[in-house]
């Protein structure tokens, strides 16, 4: 690596931080002066300066022109992160979101003045239900995890409302972290369910451990090894003859839509990841929307607020009182998500009902191409059989190469791709969970497959130091966790400016 | 269908190389009984012009806050952003990127994070910040969890001038866990006190400053009976403009702050998405819920940032960890920190002052409306005011003189009678003296 | 004399008179990778034999650790809130938890001993 005088590298430019520039003299907006007024803050006014920098448009934008070069995303290439479904994000989607009368309206107008609103969450909420066949939703989950607490907790109200104390969830071993999490925040302990040999829960051992104390089984389907639970069917009879919930963890709901209606399958509550499924935008780590659809039974104790439209148009139900449910309470501030649901209503009215079944089609398809090319390569499939929307591999074909799955990532960095979720789920010794989505085209497809084979190539010939020194191309080589760990620096200040070591 | 990129062909071809006749086959394992054969009822696909229209004509149907003078406030804030955020945040790379678990291709999302966690430490006058919660409601149930965890105790005492929203929803969140949670009243005339209120079984009070009928008030004699009684002192911030101006809750001593974050960068978006600030000390750290970056170095020793003190999170500790937050508001912190970059130490205050300004403005003149009372002594740009009506009837008769006077405090608090004639009215830079005009003007008509 | 015990759960106990002191073994620090942090208990504490009785993390992992026998925490290696690491340096030596004055001397006996301990990890 050639040393430049600056330590850019062309494109690749080196940023400071915010607090690194600027100074006093300039500003980034130009705002009109304050009348002279008597303040009225009571002596509360702030003492001494907060330190920010200043800085005027153009620094502001170059630098952040520059961190975003820093980064990879879907717009620059494949990202195929497993149980993240990193698909396309439509920009028709971001324009709507923008139009004022949907981002420029406030939460408290009265009801007469957000009449579209109200029926655009509703029209959202009517294409869930239709696509799940489930009869309720709450619209107000945030994420993924907060649906889960929605459901979990709209279980929990319904079974406390029957005079039930249960007091076990049970969750398969290769269960999101987020389901226990969950279900310690209502008040559950957790005990785990194995997989059988095929990456299925195991039945049977379900059926040992259910019994009138469980609560709810949590299950993620198709699940965390991209395989469809086969024995569904049986496995919601099981946990609803024990009196229990079936909660479904809709995370890979992208592999189904369109295809299968989740209320067939026995499940009484799932969420759905509208940040994945539905095309809506990850954004380096939010916002996303966890709309939670409910069964019969769970319904009346779905949380507040919820929509209703009479005589006079739509209306807002905000309070128990106006309710003739019993209603578990308030999960998040204001109504949900809206604007991120009005991203995913476009993606939903863009593809229309043949469109979803075509691209969990696609989805599906994509995967097992993956499967099959990367198979064919040496790569050692976790699972016999077709997999779903995203394809399982273990790490025994890089047994006695001294290369390792984290290795393989770094590597394929320097191929310019993001590599696969590795090392989740945790049942699978090394693993790489490949998720293309139905997004990649077939060329991108194949490159990627030959990436990685070629890389899985220089492990098996010796060349295993070009991949564990790897990466070498991108913007930073693997940083220090340790450290990063050990002495946790968490923000600026003036004594944290140095260059590393 | 314009998002799949597969043609027939490349999908005929597929196949073959997974060997399949076809495409179903790879759905083998769905149960018969769960395939619908009557379909879904769902419309076709569409066009993008056809979507468009569609959803535009729906967007038509709601009036916009920027076409009606609008003082709504209560949580959710009209500023002008300005136009470089939306035009940077929209960028694929920060827009279309996951949470960055890879660090090596995301030091831009994870630089902007360590920079956005040392904004809101500096305008709160705390330690140390996280990488965002979903919003201000659950950053404060959150934040109420912790103070449990932190203390071992279980009474967590809220506040008459906490937001209902942040109060309800600490409710919800805490009900099926060891915590016992106290809601004060509504406090609209600033009476309550807390300080008595606090014993040796309390884990935290949870507070608001600017409060939610808009007196500001200064908590650092609660923070001393808090630290006292070995309490937490949890301070909410709903406006975090106010901090360009108002003494920031870690000069009053409070132990952790939470706050929305929406006002700074972001549209209103009918109140969602939101961004929950969370800012702590730096030795709670470890009980912190949420995401954290941190600064290290890569392997040829150049500053670099990483996702950190991960063990708190559920993806390792599971049923343990201090929250199930995942997915958090990534791209709304961008937008505030974006802001803020603009702003600066002179752009921040100066917006802050502009703020005050107008509120002290419009208070004044709808002081001077016969029957109508300011009700906080000291605020910064949101007051009460008592009026002699019921409030959702005044604004119900206002908007349909297209005016957004601001939200009455029944929406909250149905069941309390005596807030009926309470009006809540926020000002921001964004009201012209036309806006107040109109809204004194209107006032006085529908009062006469 | 010292006595040098250990468990399933890869905790060792050194015992000197009534009092034990607590760590992790060799083994279970090479499994845990660079420690980045010990969370250690309460001095006064009473914790029951395979009780949690502290933490310990690395980047990507946490581990409690269990208190061998059941007692009363006299003592916590301060030493380990500065330097994590020191786990990885001298797990069986200076990287200790915790000191336990053991309550009953009878649980003692369902400890392994170094030899059935290395058995074991050797058929993991």
Redesign the interface.
């Known amino acids: 690596m050639s040393n430049t005088a600056t ?1 850019n590298r062309g494109l690749t430019l080196e ?1 400071p ?3 690194e520039q ?1 100074g ?1 003299g ?4 130009d ?2 002066d ?2 002279p ?11 001494g ?7 005027s ?1 153009p620094e ?2 170059r ?14 290439v494949i ?1 195929p ?1 497993g149980s ?1 479904t ?5 920009r ?1 989607n ?17 009801e ?6 109200l ?2 969450l509703d ?1 959202a909420a009517r ?1 869930l239900k ?2 799940t ?1 489930m009869p309720a939703i709450a619209m107000s989950p ?5 649906g ?2 929605c459901g979990l ?1 709209t279980i ?1 109200a319904a079974l406390d409302d029957r005079g039930q104390a249960r007091r076990l969830v049970l969750v398969p071993e290769s269960a ?3 389901n ?8 559950y ?2 005990e785990t369910v194995p997989a059988n040999a095929r990456g299925r829960v195991d039945l049977a051992a379900l059926k040992a451990r259910l019994s009138g104390d469980v609560a709810a089984f949590m299950l993620t389907n198709p699940n965390t090894c991209g ?4 024995e ?2 049986a496995i919601a009879e099981a946990v609803h003859r024990a009196g229990a919930f079936f909660y479904c963890d809709g995370a890979n709901y992208n592999a ?1 839509v ?4 989740v209320a ?2 026995g499940i009484d509550a799932m969420h759905i ?1 509208l ?1 994945k499924t539905f ?1 809506t ?9 966890g709309p939670t659809v409910l069964a019969a039974a769970l319904a009346p104790f779905a ?1 507040l607020p919820s929509i209703v439209r009479d005589e006079q148009g739509w209306r807002l139900i ?2 128990a ?2 309710s003739r449910r019993k209603p ?13 649901i ?1 991203r995913a ?2 993606y939903m ?8 079944r ?2 969990s ?2 989805a ?3 995967a ?2 993956l ?3 990367l198979s064919e390569g040496g790569l050692t499939p976790a699972f016999a059989g ?1 997999c ?1 929307h995203e394809c399982l591999f273990d790490d025994r074909f890089l047994d006695g190469t001294g290369v390792t799955t984290l290795d393989l ?2 590597a394929l ?1 320097d191929e310019g791709a ?2 696969m979720t590795m090392y ?1 789920p945790l049942v699978v010794h090394g693993a790489l969970l490949i998720e293309p989505t ?5 060329a ?1 497809l194949d490159a990627f497959a030959d990436a990685l084979l070629a890389l899985v190539h220089k492990a098996r010939s010796g060349q295993a130091v070009e991949l564990t020194a790897a ?1 070498r191309l ?13 002495q ?5 200040k003036p004594d ?1 400016t ?4 | ?6 043609s027939d062909a ?2 005929r ?3 073959q ?4 006749a076809d ?1 179903e ?7 018969a ?4 054969v009557d ?8 066009s ?1 012009m056809e ?2 229209r ?14 009606a003078p ?1 003082f ?1 406030g ?3 804030y ?1 500023h002008h952003v ?1 136009a ?1 955020v ?15 678990y ?8 994870l ?5 956005f ?3 809101v ?3 709160t006058a705390m ?3 996280n ?2 919660m ?5 950053a404060c149930a959150e934040a109420a ?1 912790m103070a449990c965890r932190l203390t071992r105790r279980r009474r967590v005492l809220l506040s008459g001038q906490l ?1 209902p ?2 109060r ?2 600490t ?3 805490l ?3 060891q915590a016992q949670v106290e809601a004060q009243p509504p406090d609209p005339h600033s009476g309550e006190d807390l300080i008595r209120r606090v014993d040796g079984e309390t884990a935290c009070v949870v507070v608001q400053n600017p409060g939610f009928f808009g007196q ?3 908590y650092s004699d609660l923070g001393e009976a808090c630290r006292a009684a070995g309490a937490l002192l949890v301070v909410a911030v709903a406006e975090p403009v106010s ?6 809750p870690g ?1 009053m001593g409070a132990d952790i702050v939470v706050g ?1 974050g929406q006002p700074i960068g972001n ?8 961004l929950g600030l969370f800012a702590t000390r ?1 030795k709670y ?1 470890r009980q912190m819920p949420g ?16 996702l ?2 991960a063990t708190r ?9 201090t ?12 937008a505030f920190s ?1 802001h ?9 205050a ?2 802050a ?2 703020n ?2 107008q509120a ?2 419009a ?1 004044d003149a709808l002081a001077r409306i016969p029957g109508v009372r300011v009700l906080p ?4 740009n949101e007051f009460a005011v008592k009026l002699p009506r019921p409030a959702a009837i005044v ?2 008769a206002l ?1 349909r003189r297209g005016i ?1 006077a601001g ?1 009455p405090a029944s ?1 909250f608090y ?2 309390h009678r005596e807030l009926s004639p309470i009006l809540l009215v926020a000002c921001t ?1 964004t009201n012209s003296p036309e806006d107040v005009e109109a809204l004194v003007g209107g006032l006085r008509e529908v009062l006469r | 004399m010292s006595e040098l015990w250990f468990t399933r759960e890869h905790e060792w106990i050194r015992i000197d008179g009534d009092v034990g002191t607590v760590g992790i073994t060799d083994h279970a620090q090479r499994q845990l990778g ?1 420690v ?2 010990a969370e250690l208990p309460e001095i006064g504490k009473l914790v029951a034999r395979g009780a949690e009785a502290a933490v310990v ?3 990507k992992a946490a581990s409690e650790v269990y208190a061998p026998v059941g007692g009363e925490v006299v003592a916590v290696n301060g030493a380990l809130a500065d330097q ?2 020191l786990v990885n340096e001298s797990a069986e030596g200076d990287a200790w938890f915790f000191k336990i004055r053991i309550a009953d001397r009878g649980e003692v006996g369902m400890l392994m001993s170094r030899s059935a301990y290395d058995a074991m990890v050797a058929g993991e």
């Not at chain 1, 140095?498 to 070591?501: H, V």
């Not at chain 2, 979903?134 to 659950?138: G, K, R």
Request: hydrophobic share 40%; net charge negative; charged share 20%.
């Open positions: 330590g940023e931080l915010l607090f600027g006093p300039r500003s980034g907006v705002l009109p304050a009348l007024v008597a303040e009225r803050l009571g002596g509360l006014r702030r003492r300066p907060i330190g920010l920098p200043d800085l448009e502001v934008v630098h952040y022109t520059r961190l975003s070069q820093q980064n990879f995303g879907i717009d620059t990202y992160l993240c990193m698909k396309h994000n439509p028709l971001e324009k709507v979101a923008r139009l004022p009368g949907f981002a420029d309206l406030h939460p408290f107008q009265p007469s003045t957000v009449q579209g609103a029926e655009l029209s294409w239709a696509l066949g945030a994420a993924g995890a907060h889960e607490l907790m929990r999101h972290g987020t226990p999490a969950t279900a310690a925040i209502c008040g302990e957790v395989l469809f639970e086969d569904i069917l189904i369109g295809r299968l209606r067939d399958l990841n940040h095309s935008p990850h954004g380096g780590g939010g916002p996303g929307a949380p905000e309070h009182r106006d578990l309470g308030r999960i998040k501030g204001f109504h949900g998500q809206f604007s991120v009005v209503l476009a009215m863009s593809l229309g009902g043949d469109g979803l075509q691209a089609a696609d599906v398809l994509s097992n191409y499967l099959a090319r077709p779903m990532a770094k960095l993001h590599p989740f139905e997004t990649e085209s077939k991108s990466p991108t913007p930073r080589r693997r940083l220090d966790e340790t450290r990063a760990a050990r946790p620096v968490l923000r600026w944290t140095d260059k590393g070591d | 269908m314009r998002y799949l990129p597969l490349d999908r071809a597929m196949l190389t997974i060997g399949v495409v086959d790879l759905f083998g394992d769905v149960p009984a769960a395939r619908p379909g879904f009822g769902l419309p076709d696909h569409a993008e979507v468009e569609r959803l535009a004509r729906m967007a038509a149907r709601n009036l916009s806050a920027g076409n609008c709504l209560a949580g959710a009209r300005p470089a939306d035009a940077l945040i929209q960028r694929g790379e920060f827009l279309t990127s996951y949470t960055p890879q660090p090596e291709v995301s030091q831009g999302t630089q902007a994070l360590f920079e966690q040392t904004q430490a500096m305008i330690e140390v910040a990488a965002s979903y919003d201000a409601a659950t969890a937001h929203h942040y309800s929803v409710a919800t969140q009900q099926f866990t500001l008030i200064d901090l360009g101006l108002v003494m920031p000069a929305e549209s209103l978006n009918f109140g969602g998405p939101g730096q750290v995401r954290l970056c941190g600064q290290t170095a890569d392997a040829d020793g150049r500053r670099g940032f990483v950190t003190l999170e559920q993806h390792i500790r599971r049923e343990k960890a929250s199930n937050i995942c997915t958090n508001s990534g791209l709304c912190t961008l974006i803020m970059a603009l702003l600066g130490e002179s752009g921040f100066h917006l002052a502009l005050h300004v002290v403005t208070a002594s000291a605020f910064f604004v119900e908007a957004l939200v929406r149905p069941d830079e | 660079d980045v942090f993390e690395s980047v994590p690491g």
